[in-house]
């Protein structure tokens, strides 16, 4: 091997005939300006890396018939890496088994137990909604258009569940597709950002056994294609793909709205900072990707637009999110409580502070931060600024800030550690450990049975009641109700003065219309007709009180499950529910 150093424009010119590499990407022209060394490389968006130093500390060496170029760190205080560095083969089946492994993992017990009484089942019944109705535009809950949440969920959903049949396993399908599509995404990113293969399997298997990251896959919820389709999008930006990034971007906005915008923003300081471009590059990599996010975002929103005017505004922008940010629209946590919910991965939480240490460390000995570190703290502090902001918190909100985490907590560990041959043996251990350690991520994964009471009693008036029945609840939620039910129009009845205020602020309700004061009035029979009650085990008597003031003689009829009761006026029986 022999070296030669780079002294003129010349000198470059000579070797520049033959294919050179810089930190195994192709470089197009290299060359020299007023002490500037000036790379241009072979991509699908060619930059320049800028590089102030003097020429002669730049060395090349040629073995085997192909240069290669040496090239000291930038001035900034993070390693400089290109972008567009070819994926070794073997990176690339480890990346695609991890994805399998995955889905296989959230596969198993997909089919069993029941989705929450809250948005998951609110979604859900949207999603069959769209699908009878044909209407792919409108999110509709008992015939009434709702505005708050974007429609990627709903699509996915209402595709599997038109297919599949409704079941649990059909609904969360898009669920277990939107977690495999994180994983891969973060493999992919833990290469770009110079971690070895077993670091960055670790950092996906920290992920994958995460209680939140658990939790989300089962539920019904949009943060989770959130997430993917941000992560997906950072990957590609740190790849230079900046049309790909573009799509995830878009794909993110559709999935969660306004609160898509922290994150994206946190993936353009990553464009501009980490891989040396400098800021005309940059910006026109930048600008790419916003024109690929907008006409992937930009459709369903004009739809929308073009259908309901200003109302749709009013309701996505002005309440879901101002009205959020500025003051407690539906029952939160605290902050502290929020907090104190990611402790439950503590693992993560460790590594991330460890990391962090770590790195404070070694920017005092070498003036550079690692990549993964602040790559994963830009991410966090956008994910931790809507929850100390925001007026409401609820505590779905924290899991882009488990992301941040799970993108820093393999740098805790020292690079050469992760070559020894025990270190998988090690985190295998660690992963069993956290799954074996918390009996709610087994419940959450085998059987995430989240309503079994609603299910129950929902499928029995599913099977029961006729049309022209009369279905309420009483002091409860009627999502999973009206979903198990067949998506039957629940109508919820308030005696609590407290539960009442509540659900009437809640604008789904107000523009739904189904939430009705009862004071102590009587629960009337309809004629010709059956009423059924929903309620708590807590109010059963005065439930049945109200069914026969007036009327004594009615015969009423209890079915129990383990904390709610359903109270009809003919016909059941009274059984008991496994």
Known sequence: MTTRWVRSRADTSAFCRRTVYWRNVQIERLFVIRGHIILKTRCSVSHRAVLR???ASVSLSASHGVFGVELPEWSLPFTLQPVHAPINSDERRIGILLTAVTFVFFAIGMDSGSHYDSD?????EMARSMWVSGDWVDNRWSGTVLFEKPPLLIWSMALSGGIGGWSEAALRLPLTCFAALAIWSLFGIYGRLGLS?????????????????VMMSRRLMTDLPLVACSLYSLQMTLSGHWKHAGVGAGLAILAKGVAAGPLIFSIMLVAFLANGLDWRTALRGVGTAAAVAILVAAPWHLLATLRHGTAFWAAYIGHHVGDRATRPVVPGISLRDLLVLVLQDAVLVFGACVALI?????????GKITRAVWVGGLWSVFAFLPMVISSTRLP???????????????AAVPSDWWRRRYASW??????????AASPGRMALWIDADLAPDQKALGELM???????????????TTAALTFYSGGKRVEMFAADPRFLAIQ???????MVGQVHPIGDGPITHPEGKHRYVVTRQTDLEDVVSRFQRGNTARAVSVVEASSLVLVNDAGLGRLVLP
């Open 504 to 510: 009437q602020s809640i604008l789904m309700n107000q």
């Open 426 to 435: 090690c985190i295998g251990s660690l992963v069993v450990v956290i799954f």
């Open 358 to 366: 770590r790195s404070a460390w070694v920017r005092n000995r070498t």
């Open 462 to 476: 599913a099977r029961h009641a006729k049309e022209g029945d009369v279905t309420a609840t009483f002091n409860t």
């Open 120 to 124: 998951d089942a609110l979604y859900a």
């Open 396 to 410: 779905h909100y924290a899991f882009p800030l488990i992301i941040g985490l799970a993108l820093m907590a393999p």
């Open 197 to 213: 293969s077993l670091a960055s399997v670790a950092g996906c298997l920290l992920l994958l056994t995460s209680f939140y990251f």
């Open 53 to 55: 130093v003097h020429p």
